[in-house]
Protein backbone atom coordinates (compact mmCIF):
# COMPACT_ATOMS: atom_id res chain seq x y z
CA UNK A 1 0.00 0.00 0.00
CA UNK A 2 1.50 3.32 -0.91
CA UNK A 3 1.74 5.16 2.23
CA UNK A 4 2.89 8.93 3.55
CA UNK A 5 3.49 9.82 7.24
CA UNK A 6 4.19 13.22 8.49
CA UNK A 7 5.98 14.11 11.73
CA UNK A 8 7.69 16.54 13.16
CA UNK A 9 4.75 19.20 13.83
CA UNK A 10 4.01 20.66 16.98
CA UNK A 11 4.03 24.26 19.43
CA UNK A 12 6.99 26.52 18.63
CA UNK A 13 7.03 30.58 19.03
CA UNK A 14 7.17 32.93 16.62
CA UNK A 15 10.97 33.02 15.26
CA UNK A 16 11.72 29.72 16.16
CA UNK A 17 12.44 26.55 14.18
CA UNK A 18 11.16 23.64 12.68
CA UNK A 19 11.47 20.46 10.25
CA UNK A 20 8.80 18.28 9.27
CA UNK A 21 9.38 14.89 7.73
CA UNK A 22 7.58 12.46 5.58
CA UNK A 23 8.11 8.97 5.52
CA UNK A 24 7.01 7.10 2.30
CA UNK A 25 6.22 3.56 1.56
CA UNK A 26 4.77 1.39 -0.70
CA UNK A 27 6.72 2.72 -3.40
CA UNK A 28 9.91 3.49 -4.98
CA UNK A 29 10.80 6.74 -3.45
CA UNK A 30 13.67 7.93 -5.56
CA UNK A 31 11.29 8.07 -8.81
CA UNK A 32 8.73 10.61 -7.62
CA UNK A 33 8.56 14.35 -6.94
CA UNK A 34 7.14 14.91 -3.20
CA UNK A 35 5.62 18.27 -2.16
CA UNK A 36 4.12 19.98 0.84
CA UNK A 37 0.80 21.99 1.19
CA UNK A 38 -0.52 23.03 4.20
CA UNK A 39 -4.05 24.05 5.52
CA UNK A 40 -4.69 26.52 7.82
CA UNK A 41 -7.37 26.01 10.47
CA UNK A 42 -11.18 26.61 8.70
CA UNK A 43 -9.65 27.73 5.32
CA UNK A 44 -8.52 26.26 2.05
CA UNK A 45 -5.56 24.10 0.54
CA UNK A 46 -2.05 26.21 0.17
CA UNK A 47 1.15 24.54 -1.90
CA UNK A 48 4.09 25.44 0.03
CA UNK A 49 6.81 23.40 -1.37
CA UNK A 50 8.06 21.12 -4.19
CA UNK A 51 10.92 18.59 -4.72
CA UNK A 52 11.79 16.95 -7.89
CA UNK A 53 13.35 13.40 -8.09
CA UNK A 54 16.57 13.44 -9.03
CA UNK A 55 16.12 11.99 -12.62
CA UNK A 56 14.60 15.28 -13.18
CA UNK A 57 17.61 17.44 -11.53
CA UNK A 58 15.90 17.27 -7.60
CA UNK A 59 15.25 21.09 -7.90
CA UNK A 60 12.90 22.89 -5.77
CA UNK A 61 9.95 25.32 -5.71
CA UNK A 62 8.21 27.55 -3.11
CA UNK A 63 5.89 29.20 -2.49
CA UNK A 64 6.59 33.44 -2.13
CA UNK A 65 4.47 33.68 1.43
CA UNK A 66 7.83 30.92 2.33
CA UNK A 67 10.70 31.80 0.20
CA UNK A 68 14.07 32.11 1.85
CA UNK A 69 12.74 30.92 5.05
CA UNK A 70 11.57 27.33 3.95
CA UNK A 71 13.87 24.66 2.54
CA UNK A 72 12.89 21.25 1.13
CA UNK A 73 14.80 17.85 0.82
CA UNK A 74 14.94 14.19 0.35
CA UNK A 75 17.07 11.63 1.42
CA UNK A 76 15.68 8.67 -1.09
CA UNK A 77 18.08 5.88 0.69
CA UNK A 78 15.40 6.42 3.55
CA UNK A 79 12.74 7.29 1.79
CA UNK A 80 12.46 10.42 3.86
CA UNK A 81 11.30 14.23 2.61
CA UNK A 82 11.71 16.88 4.92
CA UNK A 83 10.99 20.52 5.25
CA UNK A 84 12.71 22.62 6.88
CA UNK A 85 10.97 25.70 8.38
CA UNK A 86 12.48 28.46 9.90
CA UNK A 87 11.71 31.90 11.21
CA UNK A 88 8.26 30.91 11.95
CA UNK A 89 5.40 33.07 12.02
CA UNK A 90 1.85 32.61 13.62
CA UNK A 91 0.15 32.52 10.03
CA UNK A 92 2.50 29.23 8.99
CA UNK A 93 0.13 27.34 11.82
CA UNK A 94 -1.79 24.86 9.44
CA UNK A 95 -1.81 21.22 9.23
CA UNK A 96 1.26 20.32 6.62
CA UNK A 97 0.23 17.79 4.18
CA UNK A 98 2.89 15.82 2.06
CA UNK A 99 2.12 14.43 -0.94
CA UNK A 100 3.72 12.20 -4.07
CA UNK A 101 3.88 13.86 -7.69
CA UNK A 102 3.36 12.26 -10.84
CA UNK A 103 5.05 13.42 -13.92
CA UNK A 104 3.26 14.50 -17.09
CA UNK A 105 5.11 15.30 -20.11
CA UNK A 106 3.87 18.26 -22.11
CA UNK A 107 5.38 21.45 -23.26
CA UNK A 108 7.49 21.49 -20.44
CA UNK A 109 6.76 18.33 -17.45
CA UNK A 110 3.26 19.01 -15.19
CA UNK A 111 3.01 17.66 -11.62
CA UNK A 112 -0.44 16.78 -10.31
CA UNK A 113 -0.76 14.72 -6.95
CA UNK A 114 -2.14 11.89 -6.14
CA UNK A 115 -1.23 10.49 -2.85
CA UNK A 116 -1.71 12.90 0.29
CA UNK A 117 -0.59 11.95 4.11
CA UNK A 118 -2.78 12.60 6.92
CA UNK A 119 -0.77 15.64 7.92
CA UNK A 120 0.62 16.77 10.64
CA UNK A 121 0.12 20.01 12.89
CA UNK A 122 1.96 23.24 13.65
CA UNK A 123 0.88 25.75 15.97
CA UNK A 124 3.08 28.90 15.92
CA UNK A 125 2.68 30.85 18.95
CA UNK A 126 4.16 32.69 21.84
CA UNK B 1 -0.09 33.69 -10.39
CA UNK B 2 -3.17 32.37 -11.78
CA UNK B 3 -6.38 32.63 -9.53
CA UNK B 4 -9.39 29.70 -9.23
CA UNK B 5 -12.58 30.28 -8.57
CA UNK B 6 -14.92 28.04 -7.36
CA UNK B 7 -18.54 28.42 -7.65
CA UNK B 8 -20.70 27.72 -5.67
CA UNK B 9 -19.25 28.30 -2.33
CA UNK B 10 -22.07 26.02 -1.00
CA UNK B 11 -24.30 23.50 -2.77
CA UNK B 12 -27.04 21.98 -1.33
CA UNK B 13 -28.38 18.71 -2.76
CA UNK B 14 -30.67 15.29 -2.05
CA UNK B 15 -29.24 12.42 -1.78
CA UNK B 16 -29.82 10.89 -5.64
CA UNK B 17 -29.58 14.17 -6.83
CA UNK B 18 -26.75 15.17 -9.61
CA UNK B 19 -24.47 17.85 -8.44
CA UNK B 20 -22.27 20.17 -11.03
CA UNK B 21 -19.67 21.99 -9.69
CA UNK B 22 -17.47 24.76 -11.49
CA UNK B 23 -13.92 26.30 -10.97
CA UNK B 24 -12.68 29.21 -13.56
CA UNK B 25 -8.84 29.76 -13.94
CA UNK B 26 -7.91 33.41 -14.42
CA UNK B 27 -5.97 32.68 -17.48
CA UNK B 28 -5.86 29.17 -19.27
CA UNK B 29 -4.14 25.93 -17.79
CA UNK B 30 -5.07 23.68 -20.28
CA UNK B 31 -6.14 20.64 -19.06
CA UNK B 32 -3.60 20.62 -15.85
CA UNK B 33 -6.26 20.83 -13.56
CA UNK B 34 -7.16 18.67 -10.47
CA UNK B 35 -10.25 17.83 -8.69
CA UNK B 36 -10.09 16.76 -4.53
CA UNK B 37 -12.57 15.97 -2.23
CA UNK B 38 -11.84 16.08 1.36
CA UNK B 39 -14.08 15.81 4.74
CA UNK B 40 -13.64 16.58 7.99
CA UNK B 41 -10.54 15.83 9.33
CA UNK B 42 -9.23 14.27 7.02
CA UNK B 43 -6.32 14.79 3.86
CA UNK B 44 -7.89 15.88 0.11
CA UNK B 45 -8.43 12.96 -1.77
CA UNK B 46 -7.23 13.11 -5.61
CA UNK B 47 -10.85 12.16 -7.90
CA UNK B 48 -9.73 13.77 -11.36
CA UNK B 49 -6.71 15.01 -12.98
CA UNK B 50 -5.81 16.10 -16.35
CA UNK B 51 -9.49 17.60 -16.26
CA UNK B 52 -10.93 14.53 -16.72
CA UNK B 53 -9.46 11.67 -15.73
CA UNK B 54 -10.61 9.88 -12.87
CA UNK B 55 -8.20 8.79 -10.48
CA UNK B 56 -7.17 5.17 -9.56
CA UNK B 57 -10.42 3.73 -7.32
CA UNK B 58 -12.54 6.48 -8.03
CA UNK B 59 -16.52 5.87 -8.87
CA UNK B 60 -17.85 6.16 -12.37
CA UNK B 61 -20.06 8.64 -11.00
CA UNK B 62 -17.69 11.69 -10.77
CA UNK B 63 -16.50 12.76 -13.85
CA UNK B 64 -15.01 16.02 -14.85
CA UNK B 65 -15.19 18.61 -18.08
CA UNK B 66 -13.32 21.37 -19.20
CA UNK B 67 -10.69 23.04 -20.76
CA UNK B 68 -8.45 26.28 -20.43
CA UNK B 69 -10.37 28.12 -17.97
CA UNK B 70 -13.72 26.64 -17.50
CA UNK B 71 -14.10 23.57 -15.69
CA UNK B 72 -16.72 21.15 -14.27
CA UNK B 73 -17.09 18.67 -12.01
CA UNK B 74 -20.40 16.53 -12.01
CA UNK B 75 -21.27 13.77 -9.25
CA UNK B 76 -24.15 12.19 -10.82
CA UNK B 77 -25.83 10.50 -8.21
CA UNK B 78 -24.96 11.65 -4.58
CA UNK B 79 -24.19 9.08 -2.43
CA UNK B 80 -24.09 9.91 1.60
CA UNK B 81 -20.51 9.47 1.72
CA UNK B 82 -20.34 12.37 -1.28
CA UNK B 83 -20.60 14.84 1.41
CA UNK B 84 -17.71 16.84 1.63
CA UNK B 85 -15.73 19.67 0.34
CA UNK B 86 -14.07 20.12 -3.35
CA UNK B 87 -11.22 21.99 -4.49
CA UNK B 88 -10.29 22.33 -7.81
CA UNK B 89 -6.09 22.70 -8.40
CA UNK B 90 -4.36 23.99 -11.34
CA UNK B 91 -0.63 22.58 -12.33
CA UNK B 92 0.06 24.23 -14.99
CA UNK B 93 1.73 26.99 -13.78
CA UNK B 94 3.76 27.54 -10.35
CA UNK B 95 2.34 28.73 -7.93
CA UNK B 96 0.23 25.68 -8.09
CA UNK B 97 -3.16 27.31 -7.09
CA UNK B 98 -6.41 26.03 -5.57
CA UNK B 99 -9.73 27.11 -5.98
CA UNK B 100 -11.57 28.46 -2.17
CA UNK B 101 -13.76 25.44 -2.28
CA UNK B 102 -17.32 24.29 -2.61
CA UNK B 103 -18.96 22.63 0.07
CA UNK B 104 -21.87 19.96 -0.93
CA UNK B 105 -23.93 19.50 1.51
CA UNK B 106 -27.50 17.36 2.63
CA UNK B 107 -30.55 19.66 1.63
Known amino acids: EVQLVESGGGLVQPGRSLRLSCTAS????????MSWFRQAPGKGLEWVSFIRSKAYGGTTDFAASVKGRFTISRDDSKSIAYLQMNSLKTEDTAVYYC?????????????????WGKGTTVTVSS | EVVMTQSPATLSVSPGERATLSCRAS??????LAWYQQKPGQAPRLLIYGASTRATGIPARFSGSGSGTEFTLTISSLQSEDFAVYYC?????????FGGGTKVEIQ
Open chain 2, 27 to 32: QSVSIN
Open chain 1, 26 to 33: GFTFGDYA
Open chain 2, 89 to 97: QQYNNWPLT
Open chain 1, 99 to 115: TRGIAIFGVVYYYYMDV
